[in-house]
């Protein structure tokens, strides 16, 4: 492909947005645990549920007698609620260079493996929609959302096709993003945050960068 990109799509944690703390994550699945009756979860349930794959969140609902559905959405509720907490205490943020976006004449989206209302919630509580995002993807809170996940490229296709884009640019943080990159036929631009800096990706990016700042540059 050339570089002539029509649109920039962007992956939101890590890159947009400060990473969630593990353990807030991790706090929101017991009480998730909890509110569907289950007390005292064990520790590898919890952990499982962080980013579990469809056969494993059924097995984890069957040993505790519950529908996979209802203890994915009391999760994805849980998550929710702990993420917007944690944005209106400014523990999560959004990167100082997002202000560089301003810049960008192309369409843009966000297409992200978080929960829409999550991403919602970051558009409103820190007004990201001043950059021109007027498309945007998360997971919906359902066993389908699992299934859809990146690197599945289903919701960066979604994206790209409602943006009207024949040759845009993924910019994401993880192997997954590249990897759903790929797998949507499109280029991708891997951002080294600080929390990337020991991070080795197995499949290559068209792109290296260190900030969204250069990405004026690139389309």
Do not use: C
């Not at 549920?49 to 203890?71: F, K, Q, W």
């Not at 859809?148 to 409602?162: D, F, G, H, N």
């Amino acid at each position: 492909m050339g570089t002539a990109y029509d649109a920039i799509v962007f992956d939101n944690d890590g890159v947009l947005t400060t990473p969630t703390d593990y353990d807030v994550l991790i706090d929101a699945v017991h009480d998730a645990f909890v509110s569907v009756g289950v007390p005292e979860p064990p520790t590898d349930h919890v952990e499982t549920l962080i980013s579990p794959d469809v056969p494993t969140l059924r097995r984890v609902a069957n040993e505790h007698g519950l529908e996979p559905n209802e203890l994915w959405n009391a999760r994805e509720r849980a998550a929710i609620d702990a993420q917007l907490e944690e944005m209106r205490a400014g523990r999560k943020r959004p990167y100082d260079d997002v202000a560089a976006l301003v810049a960008l004449e192309t369409p843009t989206a966000i297409v992200s493996n978080n929960q829409h209302r999550t991403i919602e919630n970051v558009l409103e509580e820190f007004e990201l929609t001043e950059y021109g995002f007027d498309i945007w993807y998360g997971r919906e809170p359902t066993v389908r959302g699992i299934e859809r996940k990146k690197p599945t490229p289903y919701y960066l296709e979604s994206a790209i096709e409602e943006l009207g884009a024949s040759n845009p640019l993924y910019v994401g943080d993880s192997q997954v993003d590249v990897l759903a990159a790929d797998n949507a036929g499109v280029d991708s631009a891997f951002i080294r945050r600080d929390h990337r800096l020991d991070y080795e990706l197995s499949v290559e990016p068209e792109y290296e960068i260190e900030s969204l700042s250069v990405l004026p540059n690139l389309v």
